[in-house]
């Protein structure tokens, strides 16, 4: 288990514990955390998990790989911090993970 | 008015295997699918992806998968309606009356969702005055090249329409091309040409910049484009192509009176029928206890669905189940010679 603390656009903040294989969108998504779509099910195939990581972390957490700056291109106002939820993957290593949920997904 | 007994909402996997299904027991229907080709995920998302876990089929790409669907289907000659969306569901009688984007209109007893998350449609700029510009300024599509003729033209995107657009546009246009990020994810040869435009100086290239807002009045006159790191450049601009690709939306599917559950539609197990007598709801787009969204969970309900439809098309006649191998009346519907 790792908590994860999602931050919606409006600043209300939901800290869920995760356990660990699961990936930061599938943990959302079993909590109820508004703003996180997730289309297409965690196929990195629709843009719709995006989340902001904190600054702090994003250097910390493994790298994207090609796919996925492939798919931010389509997603609601990215930055360099942005992410696909449903590749980022649950560990002790990400216990107290920050991220931002924007304001839409599309 | 065109009757039918089943009318199939969606041209995915899914509605491909379920047109085969109604085709064996006898029954007619015909698709409507809001893309322009057949295939709905798999060819709009992932043609060219690997697919593992399609029973009896090691490996295929969304493109093979739908080809070999089709070909599956071909005996059944089944009518296709692209581009359209079905906008309108009411009762009639004890029948569905559908009407489309097109306002065509279809009359059945059955109507078959298979509509995955829902139509695709392009995604679009999020900047104040976005939707005001929209089919004036800023364009998501190109049906009249000719207006774009000596203008100046910022397009966004990283892909092959935006990359191509920008190439062909260069030719009659001023054209800047703005992207995220320093990578393109279009084909290579493309990505050279445009590196190569812009060596030349016949467009700009603006990379790490996105939409920041728009000016005008009545139509857009400049574009205001901020860089990752903050700063902001004015473009002088007449229009506006954005190339995001698609993204889906459930669209008046939420209008027609089902029971939802979030974004997916309830049914029952035994053949994925919804609240609704005579609306059935297969693959993606419907949920039951351990639902899982793989292809071959919609093969199954499908199957199911087709023999739900089965008994209001024909109600005085009873289905009866057959095999592929052995029935003459399934191998003269698949045109198959003993």
Redesign the interface.
């Known amino acids: 288990m790792s908590k994860i603390t999602y931050i919606e656009s409006s600043g209300k903040s939901h800290t869920v514990d995760v356990k660990n294989g699961l990936t930061v969108m599938e943990g959302a998504i079993q909590n109820d955390i508004p703003g996180i779509?997730a289309?297409?099910?965690g196929?990195m195939?629709?843009?719709?998990c995006h989340v902001y990581v904190k600054e702090n972390w994003f250097d910390k957490m493994p790298k994207k790989e090609d796919g996925e700056?492939?798919m931010?291109?389509?997603a609601?106002?990215?930055?360099?911090f942005s992410r696909l939820s449903c590749q980022i993957i649950v560990s002790d290593e990400l216990e107290g993970l920050v991220v931002n949920v924007p304001a839409?997904q599309? | 008015m065109i009757n039918t007994d089943v009318l199939v909402i969606g041209a995915g996997p899914t509605g491909l295997f379920c047109v085969h299904q109604l085709g064996l027991i006898g029954l007619k229907c015909e698709v409507v699918d809001n893309l322009d080709k057949i295939g709905g995920?798999c060819i709009e998302?992932?043609p060219d992806?690997p697919i593992y876990d399609i029973p009896g089929i090691p490996e295929c790409t969304g493109e093979e998968l739908t080809n070999q669907l089709i070909k599956q289907i071909k005996p059944f000659k089944t009518n296709f309606h692209l581009n359209e969306r079905v906008e309108e569901v009411t009762k009639k009688d004890d029948k569905w009356l559908i009407i489309t984007s097109k306002k065509k209109q279809f009359l059945t007893p059955n109507i078959v969702i298979a509509g995955g998350?829902g139509s695709f449609e392009p995604?679009k700029f999020?900047v104040k005055d976005a939707e005001i510009y929209e089919d004036k300024s800023i364009f998501y599509s190109i049906k009249d090249k000719s207006i774009f003729q000596g203008k100046d033209i910022s397009i966004f995107?990283?892909?092959d329409s935006a990359l191509d657009w920008a190439v062909e546009f260069s030719k009659s246009s001023n054209v800047k091309l703005i992207?995220?990020?320093d990578?393109f994810?279009g084909s290579e040869a493309s990505v050279q040409k445009v590196k190569d435009l812009a060596k030349n100086g016949i467009i700009e290239l603006h990379t790490k910049y996105?939409l920041d807002s728009v000016e005008g009045n009545g139509a857009i006159n400049s574009i205001n484009i901020k860089h990752?790191e903050g700063n902001i450049k004015t473009l002088k601009t007449n229009f506006l192509l954005g190339f995001?690709?698609l993204?889906?939306?459930l669209g008046p599917i939420s209008n027609w009176g089902l029971n939802f559950d979030k974004?997916t539609i309830k049914v029952n197990t035994e053949n994925f029928e919804t609240n609704q007598k005579g609306i059935f709801a297969i693959g993606?787009i419907c949920t039951y206890p351990g639902k899982l969204?793989l292809i071959l969970s919609g093969f199954h309900e499908g199957a199911l669905a087709a023999r739900g439809c089965f008994k209001y098309a024909r109600p005085d006649e009873k289905y009866r189940f057959e095999f592929t191998t052995t029935s003459k009346s399934l191998k003269n519907r698949l045109g198959v010679k003993e």
């Open positions: 779509d289309d297409c099910g196929g195939s629709c843009a719709t700056d492939d931010l291109d389509m609601f106002e990215p930055n360099k839409k599309s | 995920q998302l992932y992806k998350v995604r999020s995107g990283g892909g992207h995220r990020r990578e994810r996105q990752e995001f690709g993204i889906m939306k974004k993606d969204k």
